[in-house]
Every structure is written in C-alpha cells, then in structure tokens.
C-alpha cells in the first residue's frame, strides 16, 4: 500500500511525498512524536518529528492509543469533535499511535532544517 507522506514548515508551506512499499517500510513501528533522521526518506541534513496521520481507512492517528488497531474512545474537546452542549462527550473510533503497513498517510514536521531548500520556489 502506498502511503503518503506530508511535510510541513513552519513557514506555513506543506510538501507532499508519496512512498511505495518499499520506501515506506523504513517508517514502520515508528509512533507519533518519534523523531526521524531526513536520510531515511531521501531528504538529507534535515531532521523530523512525526505529528500523526491516519489509516487505510481515514480515521486519525492519536498519540495516547498504544498500537497498530483501532480504538472506539469516548473522547471531550480535541481532534476534530464540535460539540453542541458544554461538557459534551462523544465516542469516536481512532486508530494507534503506530505506523504500520496500513497506515496510508502521515504528517511529518521540520525539526532541522538541511542545505538545500524543502520547497523549491518557482520564478515567474
């Protein structure tokens, strides 16, 4: 399964990568908030911090659900819930804080910036 890789800046700029099996593989069991050196995803001098992203599936990645499965978690304010009433609880399913070979996109955000620029500007 191909996953998706997305790169953000503080600059507000976001590069998108797509990995195949093969060059994904050195994300797997790797979990939310680990810390990720750029040569392994063709991107020397810089260093990353893994944010979150989702599965196979599209629900989200949350750091506090240990493992690769899928979690019905009664949750308050966070991720993604708007609530009508305060004090409101829902119950929503969210995948593990691993990455896996189900996992179809993850979110990656600088840490160390490397010589050459992560998203090259276009003259007009």
């Known amino acids: 399964m191909d996953m998706k890789i997305n790169i953000a800046d503080k600059t507000g700029k976001t590069l998108k990568k797509e990995f195949k099996d093969d060059q ?3 994300l ?7 810390k990720i050196n750029g040569e392994l995803i063709d991107m020397p001098g810089y260093e990353f911090e893994i944010a979150g ?3 196979y599936c599209g629900f989200p990645m949350r750091k506090d659900v240990n493992g690769i499965m899928r979690k019905a978690i009664l949750t308050t304010t966070s991720l993604g819930n708007k609530y009508k009433r305060k004090g409101m609880r829902l119950r929503r399913t ?6 896996y070979n189900r996992t179809s996109q993850v979110n990656l955000k600088v840490i160390k910036h490397g010589a050459e620029a992560l998203i090259k500007e276009e003259k007009k």
């Open 24 to 26: 994904a593989s050195v």
């Open 28 to 34: 797997y069991n790797k979990k939310i908030g680990d």
């Open 94 to 99: 969210v995948a593990g804080n691993t990455i």
């Open 53 to 55: 992203g989702s599965d």
